[in-house]
């Protein structure tokens, strides 16, 4: 036992990020108000926090206390030295007879047990005295604290009634509920170490040995004995974390004469075993261990009551449970095909044989073992040894008494024998970067919107109005929360009309600038903005608004953190073992093996995480090009060709073919978004639909149209004058837009990194650049497809986005000379999402080459494009773009017989859009003379830099 800090000083004060506390202070309950804590046991300094960058955590290895005289334990097996255990240094003492019980000395023991004001330099226990606490030194342990973080959180409302100088509570019945004191059994007397000096233990209500007794107390017959000794490679691989089966040495088991109880307790001074009628003191081996046989038929209902320096605590021994998983989950992770694979792994509160906790697994097939830790055992995981379910490569523990929001990782035993701490992979729940602990979490939240899953799983998404707002909700409005943003982002989407919000990625990221899209928690929303119940709680106020929910997903790769995926079990596991293969050459990070059913599985049971557990409507799959091709961003040598000596990673096929399929068959009305940048064929189509490359389809619902968005971009971005020459950069598009089922997107990668905003990607004066963004967003809502839009693009706002500050809204404030330019274009967008919600002739049959029609896609001299979109009875919708800043009066186009009037449903050059009021006030009567292949024609006035729609009248 090291030697005591100084009054009010905890030893855990030590190192960077922990202020000294006060000298001869408290701040908390005194022990004996704590309830039952799990508490590896720890009276010296509290081990060094883990920081960024550290695998294994400094371990604090307690000298020897030489100040209190111990009765050596009778046959016990000393400690085998080990690297990182090595040997304490122990006083060999005669064993005691059967009918005298002797000092460590050598010296019969006073029949008298020392009252704790005779025992000099030390206080009462606060379990026996609450007045004691004060004086013990002890204060409450800040709730939530991990190895990484950067000091101690201030204004946490959940706090450890426990002495710093102790590990964390098992039991967190209620973090913030007032402590209860247990009151000792009056059969169960506690024993308080005191010079050596404790009260006997007894077997039903019999002294027996080992218990350190008085001197009229013998050992006899019915006492404890010493346990067998364990082996010493069984000793060093438990104690060194590298044991598969801790259970099989820890616990009770029955042995020949009664039953074996072992644990493990590193800086515990005894343990003693209480069940109904029985409390026996075990005997210590050192290193932590302590053991004992006990004259028992059975094993018993028992708990373990383990005294430390200044407090006893009373808890269940975790090593007495049963496995947590059955037979059948272990098939299906070893087969890759759980499909609700966050329900068995990770870290789930239960009730498991009568008895509240938390279960712990994790999928880590290379590790030689693995270890839990968390701020309930101050981060030192000697205590928890994790156990090997057969060769699942899953590794479980029932931890008792352990509820939401304990933090925790896993310290994993690698196979060259070194340690890692790493975040848990199926985490639900995270700490807020950069901080990375994992937090124990069940969810409370209770859903609104089973109207809303109704209809979307009646709907077709192909045939319905679908326009969406991309968001980056860290950024749209700084500094909100999830349930803030619930109270204005569905409004302002609603009052815009888009059917859709788009989410940047959400999923727990350690980099801000990655905007999201370099993931380490897949399973976890990020806690920059609350809680998963948070989140839910946006998903939620958005689906009562009538808005769908679509996520960026990002299964193409993930960071190299060294407390994250990267050689997760000390080899790798999630990303291939040729590094060729793993490292993506574009971002430095790595990239998933698809080929192994277990990485695959995890993939695919996260796309169904998010949709069922989160209600997300949609998920648009990121950076699909990268997964697709083996030779992506590669030189040759680089890469490896497939089996068939093909550039195809077959491999990533599967998986996308897997993944589409198991969304849509289990949740009825989602759809899957490819950001596909190639023309791979049939990414829209079908699994089971081979098509002319020989493959199945992928199975996406939608595909982000990138040549359209790079053609028609490219086509603004000239001067007017200019336009004649590049008129096929808007017509292109056509000749492949059935070819798949397609977005439109104008997303954040548009208007980032020097590519500009849309407005400023306009030539002209300012008026100009607003006339030809405006006309630009009309002619897109027009085009056969669906519509992408960026959040301030919507308001032509000038600047590039940044995730540093989000749209500039104050060009929106009324004091803002210009801010009616602005206001115009938004309510534009407004405008436009009204009337195509309210035409089906732009969404009806936009997967359907019937639906769509060229009148004119060769005017350009004139940068005219002309075209009819028609709904599923063939009522028309005329779109007229011009692209020149000229007026053209009775422009002449060519309509249907079948319209003999139309009228001017929108105009992109309304003035109360900024533009300069030119329209078609007056109904236009078709005329008999053909023109554009057509038997009528009308004559219109097309404003300049604008877009019109015509309907029947």
């Not at 079990?569 to 430095?588: I, K, T, V």
Request: glycine share 10%; aromatic share 10%; charged share 20%.
């Amino acid at each position: 036992m090291t030697a005591r800090p100084p009054s009010g000083q905890h030893p855990s004060d030590e190192g960077p990020g922990h202020p000294p506390a006060a000298t001869g202070a408290t701040t908390g309950p005194a022990v004996p108000g704590v309830p039952p804590t799990f508490l590896p046991g720890r009276t010296g300094p509290r081990p060094r926090p883990e920081r960024p960058g550290s695998e294994t955590p400094a371990r604090h290895k307690p000298e020897p206390d030489r100040s209190l005289s111990r009765p050596a334990p009778t046959a016990s097996p000393g400690p085998v030295a080990s690297e990182a255990h090595p040997a304490p240094a122990q006083k060999t003492a005669p064993a005691a007879g059967p009918r005298e019980a002797t000092s460590a000395a050598g010296q019969p023991r006073s029949d008298r047990r020392p009252a704790p004001e005779d025992a000099p330099g030390r206080a009462s226990s606060p379990r026996e005295d609450p007045a004691s606490a004060e004086s013990a030194g002890i204060k409450p342990a800040p709730h939530g604290e991990s190895p990484d973080s950067a000091a101690t959180t201030a204004n946490r409302q959940e706090a450890l009634p426990a002495d710093r100088g102790h590990p964390g509570r098992e039991t967190r019945v209620s973090y913030g509920a007032a402590p209860v004191p247990r009151a000792p059994r009056a059969d169960q007397a506690r024993h308080t170490e005191s010079d050596g000096a404790a009260e006997p233990s007894r077997v039903a209500g019999r002294p027996v040995a080992g218990g350190g007794g008085q001197a009229d107390e013998v050992y006899d017959e019915h006492g404890v004995r010493p346990a067998p000794a364990l082996g010493a490679q069984e000793r060093r691989r438990l104690l060194t974390g590298a044991h598969h089966a801790p259970h099989d040495l820890l616990g009770a088991h029955p042995v020949r004469g009664g039953v074996l109880f072992r644990c493990l307790r590193p800086y515990a001074r005894s343990v003693t075993v209480a069940a109904a009628g029985l409390r026996a003191r075990l005997r210590a081996e050192g290193d932590g261990l302590f053991s004992g046989v006990l004259p028992l038929r059975e094993i018993p209902d028992y708990r373990l009551l383990v005294t430390y320096e200044d407090a006893e605590l009373e808890l269940h021994d975790p090593y007495r449970f049963l496995p947590t998983l059955g037979e059948l989950d272990l098939h299906l992770i070893g087969e890759g095909r759980h499909e609700e694979l966050w329900r068995a792994l990770g870290a789930h509160p239960l009730t498991h044989q009568g008895v509240s906790g938390t279960r712990f697994t994790v999928w880590a097939p290379n590790a030689l073992g693995v270890r839990l830790t968390g701020d309930f055992t101050y981060w030192d995981g000697t205590a928890l040894p994790m156990r090997s379910l057969g060769g699942s490569g899953v590794w479980e523990l029932f931890l008792p008494g352990v509820g939401e929001g304990a933090l925790y990782k896993f310290e994993i035993t690698r196979p060259d024998g070194g340690h890692s701490l790493r975040a848990d992979p199926m985490a639900r729940r995270t700490e807020c970067p950069p901080a990375t602990a994992s937090v124990v979490h069940a969810s409370h939240h209770r859903w609104g919107d089973e109207a809303w899953l109704a209809r979307r799983e009646g709907g077709r998404v192909h045939e319905l109005p679908f326009s969406v707002y991309e968001v980056h909700l860290p950024s749209w409005r700084p500094g909100l929360t999830y349930r803030q943003l619930a109270q204005q982002l569905p409004a302002y989407v609603k009052d815009l009309g888009f059917t859709h919000v788009e989410l940047m990625p959400v999923a727990e990221h350690p980099f801000g600038g990655s905007w999201g899209y370099q993931v380490t928690g897949f399973y976890a929303p990020t806690a920059r903005l609350g809680t998963p119940d948070d989140f839910k709680y946006l998903v939620d106020a958005l689906h009562q608004a009538g808005i769908g929910v679509l996520v960026d997903w990002v299964p193409a790769h993930f960071p190299k953190d060294a407390w994250a995926l990267a050689e997760f079990d000390g080899r790798p596991l999630y990303e291939p073992a040729d590094p060729l293969r793993a490292a993506h050459p574009d971002w430095g990070t790595l990239e998933f093996d698809y080929g192994r059913t277990e990485v695959r599985n995890f993939l695919v049971a996260n796309a169904v995480y998010w949709c069922e557990e989160f209600h997300i409507d949609g998920l648009r799959v990121d950076a699909v090009a990268s997964m697709l091709y083996l030779d992506y961003s590669r030189e040759p040598g680089q890469w490896t060709p497939n089996a068939h000596g093909g550039r195809e990673n077959l491999d990533a096929v599967a998986f996308l073919q897997e993944m589409n399929a198991t969304v849509y068959r289990r949740c009825p009305g989602v759809i899957t978004i490819a950001e596909e940048s190639t023309a791979w064929d049939g990414v829209t189509r079908a699994t089971h639909h081979v098509g002319p490359s020989g493959f199945g389809g992928l199975g996406f619902g939608l595909k982000w149209n990138m040549g359209w968005m790079h053609d028609s971009l490219a086509y603004l971005a000239h001067e007017p004058v200019h336009r004649a020459y590049h008129h096929h950069e808007m017509t292109f598009s056509m000749v492949y837009a059935y070819s798949e089922n397609y977005v439109l997107p104008i997303s954040h990668d548009e208007v980032v990194h020097g590519k500009r905003a849309l407005v400023s990607k306009m030539p002209g004066d300012w008026w100009q650049q607003r006339a030809n963004h405006r006309a630009y967003l009309g002619f897109m809502w027009a085009h056969p497809g669906k519509q992408l839009l960026f959040m301030g693009q919507e308001f032509a706002q000038g600047a590039e986005w940044s995730e540093a500050h989000g749209p500039d809204w104050w060009l929106l404030d009324p004091s803002y000379s210009a801010e009616p330019d602005h206001r115009g274009v938004r309510d534009l967008v407004r405008d436009l999402n009204q009337v195509y919600a309210a035409t089906p002739a732009l969404w009806q049959r936009d997967t359907d080459p019937e639906g769509f029609s060229w009148i004119e896609g060769d005017a350009r001299e004139d940068n005219v494009f002309a075209f009819l979109r028609f709904d599923a009875d063939g009522s028309p919708l005329l779109a007229i773009s011009n692209f020149s800043p000229v007026v053209r009066h009775e422009y002449r186009i060519g309509s249907p017989e079948a319209v003999p009037v139309w009228r001017e449903v929108l105009n992109t050059d309304d003035g109360r859009y900024g533009g300069s009021g030119v329209a078609n006030a007056e109904p236009l009567k078709a005329e008999p003379t053909g023109w554009h292949g057509r038997p009528a024609s009308i004559l219109p006035v097309l404003p300049p830099l604008a877009t019109i729609w015509l309907r029947p009248a």
